[in-house]
Nanobody, 124 residues
């Protein structure tokens, strides 16, 4: 059993940066993927980024490529999402999630463990 806890959200102006953290309690196995999803007002939950635990191979949604960076600190059991050049459309609740799949999957239904989410609000 894995529990995930996000932190680092907040209110920022467009163009600013934020770093989200996802602290995991429990064992993350080498083939697991840890991902970030977000859900904006009136929108469906969407994939943002994911990282394979063993290889640290990363995957991104097109909307955040070049602006967001996902990374992990295996010793701390923590995954980070560095968000630069934030835009109004990045406003959402950001969730950390863990998938036990052996391959990358962009569907939220394939992630069995979820955090409570952290709010990111980008203002003009």
């Amino acid at each position: 059993q894995v529990q995930l806890a996000e932190s680092g959200g907040g209110l920022v102006q467009a163009g600013a940066s934020l770093r989200l953290s996802c602290k995991a309690s429990g064992t993350i196995y080498s083939n697991d993927f840890v991902g970030w999803f977000r859900q904006g007002p009136g929108k469906e939950r969407e994939f943002v980024a994911a990282i394979n635990w063993r290889l640290a191979k990363t995957f991104y949604a097109d909307s955040v490529k070049g602006r967001f960076t996902i990374s992990r600190d295996a010793a701390e059991n923590t995954v980070y999402l560095q968000m630069n050049n934030l835009k109004l459309e990045d406003t959402a609740v950001y969730f950390c999630a863990l998938s036990k799949s052996d391959y990358i999957d962009y569907r939220s239904s394939q992630y069995a463990y979820w955090g409570q989410g952290t709010q990111v609000t980008v203002s003009s």
